[in-house]
């Protein structure tokens, strides 16, 4: 499921800016929206490593966000040095939500919906506090 999972998702996000894919290390071997990537042992450890985020974050909601943020700050500051841009969010969260509901079929309800679109949004917009940080003290120093 979670191959399959992000293989759509990927493939979402590529279709819809296609020059994101050059942005990972797994897509820049291949064509723009070649099948074949998405069985590349690159594209499948980044996968695992997305999952294994989503599910610390989703772990990590507890009244105390602190230790969350500090990592999703982080790992915006990250993105930011990979050359990922705030527009690119928004386009990334559209593809996880679209392909949630295609995964979950009549499960993902509007309550599911709801609170993915939260988790994301705040996933989303710490991150881009990380990058923005990033970014400030790339200018600065």
């Not at 392909?99 to 609170?115: C, H, I, Q, W, Y």
């Amino acid at each position: 499921l979670k191959r399959t999972f992000f293989s759509l998702s990927f493939c979402r996000i590529f279709a819809a800016v296609p020059p994101i894919q050059d942005k990972f290390s797994f897509g820049k071997k291949f064509q723009i929206g070649a099948e074949e990537m998405y069985s590349d042992p690159d594209f499948l450890r980044h996968a695992s490593n997305v999952t294994n985020m989503l599910d610390k974050s989703i772990s990590m909601l507890t009244r105390n966000l602190t230790p969350l943020l500090a990592i999703l700050k982080a790992m915006g500051a990250r993105h930011y040095e990979y050359g990922v841009l705030p527009e690119h969010y928004p386009v990334v969260g559209e593809a996880l939500i679209a392909t949630l509901s295609d995964v979950l079929g009549p499960r993902f309800n509007e309550e599911v919906k709801s609170a993915w679109l939260m988790i994301y949004g705040l996933i989303s917009s710490t991150m881009l506090e990380g990058a923005k940080q990033a970014e400030a003290s790339a200018s600065s120093g």
